[in-house]
């Protein structure tokens, strides 16, 4: 783009300056502020939907940070939507501001969003709206638009696939990188003085050309998204004369620099469906910008692209500076010795490879080389914090918004919850009023659809008073805050809307225990009744003993929240107590007969009902206290009754003897039964499997009562060859549950071989290195080192000499 004459001093009748660009590119933006600076245009028109012209006095708003995206939704229809981002580097952004800067008026363009909203529901499109990097017919976001076909457009041209003009104007500069090949000719080159419009002229050229060649990519909805600019454009140069300057995807300029009829574009709108539609600003992220997050017109690095844009000088040497930064904080060795060979390294290869600067290749290898240690999992992080990014954008309070998102960003104030971009862990004491506070708000959210938060394992605690929460704000939430609008005004009222509309439709048991769980959790008191009624008589309705031992453990659940969130659970107490009788009616004979995979399955149910029964016991609801010994009653039918699969067999003994209701001796005369040559080898493996397997505890049993051990491991070497095979598989699942330390002890102890009948196993007895018996003298000469060590006392020297001769000797 060097050497090419500048379009200064255009006269009359010149026609509009129009500026295509690259949306969200760096050197574009910065081109359109230098030409705007130049050409002093009278008006700014910008691709964008017309409807947001009321919105664009908000982006001069001192709360306003870019990112940020302007969001269209159907307002019958909220889930029908579309965006479009703009971020600090993108070129309509920095015509917006010059505008504001200027005093000069500025207005979107492109078609309405009405149209837009109503054809991509034509079409079964969503997502972010007509964003491409240089609108071409690359796709929009997911999913994207169905190609025409060869029968749809205009002219010959319109059977041609869609094109990357970057990748074409790249691979005719003999460049196999198109990203690399707009950094050369665009990011990095300088505006000097009367160049500020030649890269436009030089950019619509190239797109003219491409477009002779293949034609206008095959989209119908692009020929009409021409002719409405095209009419904007005459009415503003009607109003404006030439003072007209128009900033739009490279790809359109050459359509609308074509003169047509206004007759004939009047035609091509003529007839288009509409929808009512609302718009506001919305806070966009940087990785929602990037190709990876599957917005097409996504760029690769937002973050790289961002730091060009507001680098004053010196990109690189700043860039790597960041770089070190980061890893500095990750704890990484990086000095500014690291720094400056790292700049060098860039600048070599820039050189090397014939580039003018170097760009984020050349950055990339250089920090992979000299401050990664040629490693590419600290090279990972630069890519996500720094070339992608989490940057989150803010909007100013007075946007348009729904009622609930007015209440949920009060919400978010009073509660001192700011979303963030960047994933966070969130541990909450509901002790506290105000971690009690986000605790319902974050569920509720969940209720309604809204997934800000996702529940986490706790790591300090397992108590019922303390939530782990991993939260991270994504903009199609913005989205998901106008459907839900339709459920109320406020988070409270719309959580207690939709909990009891999804009572209604619910159709399994477990959905509606799950649903009443989740508003014991909201604490949303106006939706258990109704929750409660379908709850009692979805159960009372339901004879599936699969689907009410699912149902159990999330109403005992509940019960637990009580006592900490101070929730009447009286009521859910008597459902869960009727449950559990009639599962313990049902249970026997719903496990005769069943196959492998039904038996497996119907262990989890035992598992999970006994777990149930463990808490329901203990609640303070009158007539509960006899569910523990009901529930054992049925374990011993379980465990004795041979119609019973194995591993449902075994796992009721090891449940009774787990409670301390089944004396090991009993335990082993039972395995010994099973283990007898007159039972099959695959029912005495699922037996063992539903005994000792199912990260059950079953490997630190055996390593401690080695009569067991001894009856397993007599049992599998007296196994026929014939059966060994079909039995391994089983055998080879539940060991490899166990962790690696007790299959080591295991390992060691049947290597051992067996030790004195009936006694139990001697920590380290017979493994190689340790005799049978302490030896008192060896460790007491061990003790005063221990001691000082430990600080405990002061050894005298002459003591702690003898001390050590004594245990080295």
Avoid at 684 to 696: H, M, Q, Y
């Amino acid at each position: 783009m060097t050497g090419v004459t500048s379009v200064v001093g255009r006269g009359a009748g010149a026609g509009p300056l129009l500026l295509g660009v690259r949306h969200h590119g760096p050197g574009s933006a910065r081109a359109v502020r230098a030409a705007l600076e130049e050409a002093r245009p009278r008006v700014v028109l910008i691709e964008g939907p017309p409807e947001a012209d009321a919105l664009i006095p908000l982006a001069a708003d001192e709360e306003m940070r870019p990112p940020v995206a302007l969001l269209a939704h159907a307002v019958d229809e909220p889930g029908r939507s579309a965006f479009w981002p703009l971020a600090e580097f993108s070129p309509e952004w920095v015509a917006i501001r010059w505008a504001q800067d200027h005093g000069v008026p500025a207005r979107f363009i492109d078609l309405p969003a009405t149209h837009t909203l109503a054809w991509g529901s034509r079409e079964g499109e969503a997502g972010v709206a007509d964003e491409r990097p240089l609108d071409t017919g690359t796709a929009g976001d997911s999913p994207p638009v169905p190609d025409p076909g060869p029968d749809s457009g205009p002219g010959p041209d319109s059977a041609d696939v869609r094109i990357d003009p970057l990748g074409v104007l790249a691979e005719a500069a003999g460049y196999d990188d198109p990203e690399r090949w707009w950094e050369d000719v665009v990011e990095h080159r300088g505006a000097g003085k009367g160049d500020a419009l030649a890269p436009f002229t030089v950019l619509e050229e190239a797109m003219g050309a491409l477009r002779e060649t293949y034609g206008s990519g095959g989209h119908d909805r692009d020929l009409v998204r021409e002719a409405y600019m095209r009419l904007q454009v005459r009415t503003a140069q009607r109003e404006f004369e030439d003072g007209v300057a128009v900033v739009c995807g490279a790809w359109h300029v050459p359509a609308l620099r074509r003169k047509t009829t206004v007759a004939a574009d009047k035609a091509l709108l003529k007839g288009l469906a509409k929808v009512k539609t609302d718009m506001t600003w919305v806070p966009w992220t940087h990785r929602r910008l990037s190709r990876f997050s599957g917005y097409g017109a996504g760029i690769e690095s937002p973050g790289w692209y961002g730091h060009l844009f507001s680098a004053p000088d010196r990109p690189v040497e700043r860039w790597m500076t960041k770089v070190a930064g980061l890893l500095r904080a990750e704890d990484r060795i990086v000095s500014s010795a690291h720094v400056i060979e790292a700049v060098r390294l860039a600048e070599t290869l820039a050189a090397m490879r014939g580039r003018p600067l170097p760009g984020l290749s050349e950055t990339t290898d250089a920090v992979r080389a000299v401050m990664c240690d040629g490693s590419d999992v600290p090279l990972a992080l630069v890519q996500d914090r720094l070339v992608v990014g989490d940057v989150l954008g803010e909007v100013p309070s007075a946007a348009p918004a729904v009622p609930l998102q007015r209440d949920l960003a009060r919400l978010q104030r009073r509660l001192r919850l700011k979303p963030e971009a960047l994933e966070r862990e969130l541990e909450l004491d509901l002790r506290k009023e105000n971690d009690a506070a986000r605790s319902r708000l974050l569920h509720r959210l969940r209720l309604l659809g809204i997934a800000w938060g996702e529940p986490a394992a706790s790591r300090g605690s397992t108590g019922t008073f303390r939530e782990t929460w991993r939260l991270r704000w994504e903009p199609e939430l913005s989205v998901r805050v106008a459907e839900a609008g339709v459920w109320g005004t406020t988070v409270r009222t719309a959580a207690t809307a939709k909990a009891e509309a999804d009572a209604v439709a619910a159709q399994r048991l477990d959905d509606v225990t799950a649903l009443a769980e989740r508003c014991l959790l909201a604490e949303l008191p106006d939706a258990l009744p109704t929750v409660m009624r379908i709850l009692a008589d979805r159960a009372a309705l339901d004879a599936d003993i699969g689907h009410l031992a699912q149902a159990l453990p999330a109403l005992v659940r509940s019960l637990r929240y009580g006592d900490v969130r101070g929730t009447d659970t009286g009521a859910l107490a008597e459902v869960a107590a009727g449950l559990a009788e009639r599962v313990f009616v049902g249970l026997p004979p719903a496990c005769a007969a069943l196959d492998a995979d039904a038996a497996e399955e119907m262990r989890g149910h035992v598992d999970a009902v006994h777990g149930a029964v463990g808490l329901l016991g203990d609640a303070p609801a009158t007539g509960q206290g006899h569910l523990r010994g009901r529930w054992r009653s049925v374990l011993r039918v379980l465990g004795a009754r041979d119609t019973v699969p194995g591993v449902i067999r075994g796992r009721a003994v090891r449940l009774l003897l787990d409670d301390g209701e089944l004396a090991q001796e009993e335990a082993a005369r039972l395995m010994g039964l099973v283990l007898s040559p007159g039972t099959p080898p695959a029912d005495a493996a699922a037996w063992i499997e539903g005994f000792v397997g199912g990260g059950s505890g079953g490997g630190m049993l055996l390593v401690h009562d080695e009569r067991l051990l001894r009856l397993v491991d007599a049992w599998l070497t007296g196994v026929p060859a014939e059966a060994f095979t079909d039995v391994l598989p089983l055998l080879r699942r539940t060991f490899s549950a166990y962790e690696p330390g007790v299959r080591r002890t295991l390992g060691e102890l049947v290597r051992r071989g067996p030790g004195p009948a009936g006694g139990a196993t001697a920590a380290g007895s017979g493994i190689p290195g340790f005799a049978a018996e302490l030896d008192p003298v060896r460790a007491d000469a061990v003790l005063p080192v221990v001691r000082l060590l430990l600080g405990l006392d002061e050894v005298d020297q002459g003591s702690g000499d003898n001390n050590l001769v004594g245990v080295t000797g």
